[in-house]
T-cell receptor, first 115, second 117 residues
């Protein structure tokens, strides 16, 4: 299957700081990338959909000014958690899709801990 | 009512047994169905991807979709201890359904599977 990478794999930061997470599709061009969040013992919840070169579409209840998404190229999307707070601590996972019939391939996830 | 229902388990079976995992859904717009395996603290790994009713087999895994009943299943034959993980069903609407391009996946809660050696 297709390979998607995320960086960093784990980050610990102080409350009020911003954290940037990168998602890369390594062996295919991703027309669409998705960002999910997963709390302990919960399923993945879609946060936003990102198409290359256009603004991201956010799910209801997700603050677009807090979770900044940039899809600069067909292989890279970034999620920036601005002014992070302890309640933002979670497992953030991106996925990438290559086309109309393509399914989504997931990255390994980034574990964020805000102190 | 959640859009996708999945028993979280845990489901514990002896090695070699046939495992049956299931999800039900309520949104008839879902047309594409997936099963992912997720190990602790890792990203989900795609196991099966189907878009029509019926069965699809890949090695020890068989995915079954019944759109009329809004019910999907994953069967694992000859289960191994290494199959112990959380299994997530996921589904999505057709491309462009929401007026844009691709839509995100809606996941079940995941079933925690334990294969006893």
């Amino acid at each position: 299957g297709a390979v998607v990478s995320q960086h960093p794999s784990r980050v610990i930061c102080k409350s009020g700081t911003s954290v940037k997470i990168e998602c890369r599709s390594l062996d295919f061009q991703a027309t669409t990338m998705f960002w999910y969040r997963q709390f302990p013992k919960q399923s993945l919840m879609l946060m936003a959909t990102s198409n290359e070169g256009s603004k991201a579409t956010y799910e209801q209840g997700v603050e677009k000014d807090k979770f900044l998404i940039n899809h600069a190229s067909l292989t890279l999307s970034t999620l920036t958690v601005t002014s992070a707070h302890p309640e933002d601590s979670s497992f953030y996972i991106c996925s990438a899709s290559g086309g109309v019939q393509e399914t989504q391939y997931f990255g390994p996830g980034t574990r964020l801990l805000v102190l | 009512q959640k859009e996708v229902e999945q028993d979280p388990g845990p489901l514990s079976v002896p090695e070699g047994a046939i495992v049956s995992l299931n999800c039900t859904y309520s949104n008839s717009a879902f047309q594409y169905f997936m099963w992912y395996r997720q190990y602790s603290r890792k990203g989900p790994e795609l196991l099966m991807y189907t878009y029509s009713s019926g069965n699809k087999e890949d090695g020890r895994f068989t995915a079954q979709v019944d759109k009329s009943s809004k019910y999907i299943s994953l069967f694992i034959r000859d289960s191994q201890p290494s199959d112990s993980a959380t299994y997530l069903c996921a589904m999505r609407v057709p491309w462009g359904y929401s007026g844009g391009g691709a839509d995100g996946l809606t996941f079940g809660k995941g079933t925690h599977l334990i294969i006893q050696p």
